[in-house]
């Protein structure tokens, strides 16, 4: 890639080789399966039979959107926090957040009785943020960034004596991602292909390590966005590359991923696509009008890649992960209203 994002299927041969040693091990994953299954009961795995016709092979949905918080980030959050009071009891837990990850870590704080902090940007959701501080999560705003939030957030964790959790760079946070893919391969053990968006690069990373753990000769693809490309261009130089995020999908803005899913994903991830914005609008407005389900934004981010791109879908059963479900009216109106276009059209 040049600097210029394009929307398209991006591959690159898997490094393979030893992991990173402070990636999770299958023995990690097994014990955060246990942490979520007792605060939480596995989401949905649904056949669709509308994609399934679409696409012309079996489509199952896994509706993260249904859980406790609305998106997956419960998961990691527990398993986190969990390990976060047990190492240092009484120390507030501080992290950045869009508003998913935020929501997630409140919960798991406000089940645990830990002191929360998030710090988040001026371009969070309304919604989001008022979730997280219902969830009793003091909630400081900074500025448009994601990494301005990453910034305030570890001088603040410096300044009350508290633990920094960084989505992305903890192992705990990707053990208890992982569990999204163990519940699925449980729930339909022979899907072929599991596609996935990429944010910051957590979940795919921690996909990725479900699936090998799981035995699983499912292959896992990533998705993102053409306007935060910033996991894709690091894992094409198979180092941290920092890029523009301009894109309205919380879940999917961030300016480059972890350096610990980078190290998963540069070993094990060989497809990534490439979508565009008003895709995922689209695809949103799609899902509420021919599913009956409301996908956010980063989590449309699979539906736009599997119907421009089919031919990522091998095998004949496919897992989506739908990994959340804010979505506001206003975003909501204009997916419809360019379904309507295009229907038009």
Same mark, same amino acid.
């Given at each position: 890639?040049?600097?210029? $994002? ?7 041969? $898997?490094?393979?080789? /030893? ?14 399966? &246990? ?5 939480? #009961?596995? *989401?949905? /795995? ?10 012309? &092979?079996?489509?199952?949905? &896994? ?13 990691? $959050? ?30 798991? #704080? &406000? ?101 090998? *753990? ?39 803005? *961030? ?37 009956? /389900?409301?996908?956010? #934004? ?15 879908? #091998? ?6 992960? /739908? ?23």
């Amino acid at each position: 890639m040049n600097g210029i $994002a394009e929307t398209g299927v991006y591959r690159r041969a $898997a490094d393979g080789g /030893l992991p990173d040693p402070s990636e999770p091990a299958a023995t990690d994953l097994a014990r955060a399966r &246990k942490t979520v299954s007792a605060a939480h #009961g596995p *989401t949905p /795995l649904i056949l669709s039979p509308t994609l399934s016709q679409r696409v012309g &092979k079996e489509v199952h949905l &896994k509706l993260e959107g249904t859980s406790a918080v609305r998106s997956f980030k419960f998961r990691g $959050a527990l398993v986190a926090v969990a390990q976060a009071v047990e190492e240092s009891p009484g120390r507030p837990i501080v992290t950045a957040s869009t508003g998913n990850h935020g929501q997630g870590v409140a919960f798991a #704080g &406000k089940r645990l009785g830990v002191e929360i902090i998030v710090c988040s940007p001026t371009t969070t959701l309304y919604e989001k943020r008022a979730a997280m501080e219902s969830l009793g999560a003091e909630v400081v705003v900074t500025g448009p960034t994601l990494t301005e939030s990453e910034h305030r957030a570890r001088e603040i964790a410096s300044e009350r004596g508290g633990l920094y959790i960084e989505d992305g760079e903890s192992p705990h946070l990707m053990a208890g991602a992982a569990t999204v893919v163990l519940e699925m391969l449980e729930q339909q053990p022979d899907l072929d292909t599991i596609i996935v968006p990429i944010g910051g690069g957590n979940l795919v990373a921690a996909s990725l390590l479900a699936a090998v *753990t799981a035995g699983s000769s499912a292959r896992v693809v990533g998705v993102q966005s053409v306007a935060a490309p910033g996991a894709t261009f690091s894992w094409l130089a198979g180092e941290i590359v920092r890029h523009g995020c301009d894109t309205y999908a919380g879940g999917l803005a *961030t300016e480059r991923p972890g350096e610990l899913s980078l190290s998963v994903m540069t070993r094990l991830l060989e497809t990534i696509v490439l979508v565009a914005e008003d895709d995922l609008r689209a695809e949103s407005g799609w899902a509420y009008q021919s599913l009956g /389900l409301v996908v956010e #934004g980063a989590a449309a981010a699979p539906l736009a890649a599997i119907r421009h791109h089919p031919e990522i879908a #091998g095998g004949d059963s496919v897992g989506i992960v /739908l990994s959340g479900s804010w979505l506001s009216a206003d975003q909501l109106a204009e997916g419809l209203d360019l379904v309507s276009h295009l229907e038009k059209s």
